[in-house]
């Protein structure tokens, strides 16, 4: 199994950026199809982005869309999560997802979690 961190998370002003990173151990990153998801205090955890094996193909929820962009860089075992136009509704803690190997992004399947990153953004 793939063993997630993830980091950049912290205290922003409404209307300002974070970008997340995650940092996978292993020799087979690129085999998995990778995906951020948030949850907020009493609520459900949701799926934010998922990112395709090679970086090619992502989704995003509609409520991120046209904010939040994912990415990755395989050489470096490492998907991100550039946010912008931050709202106060994007408070949550963010965790990274390791998909099933060799599968596609979309659906989206987590197979591995990491242990979150906090992201409050202040009104």
């Known amino acids: 199994q793939v063993q997630l961190v993830e980091s950049g998370g912290g205290l922003v002003q409404a209307g300002g950026s974070l970008r997340l990173s995650c940092a996978a151990s292993?020799?087979?990153?690129?085999?998995?199809?990778m995906g951020w998801f948030r949850q907020a205090p009493g609520k459900e955890r949701e799926l934010v982005a998922t990112?395709?094996?090679?970086?090619?193909?992502?989704h995003y929820a509609d409520s991120v869309k046209g904010r939040f962009t994912i990415s990755r860089d395989n050489s470096k075992n490492t998907v991100y999560l550039q946010m912008n136009s931050l709202k106060a509704e994007d408070t949550a803690a963010y965790y990274c997802?390791?998909?099933?190997?060799?599968?596609?992004?979309?659906?989206?399947?987590?197979?591995?979690w990491g242990q979150g990153t906090q992201v409050t953004v202040s009104s």
């Open positions: 997802a390791a998909g099933q190997p060799y599968r596609s992004s979309w659906p989206f399947t987590p197979v591995d």
């Open positions: 292993g020799r087979t990153f690129s085999t998995y199809a």
């Open positions: 990112i395709s094996r090679s970086g090619g193909v992502t």
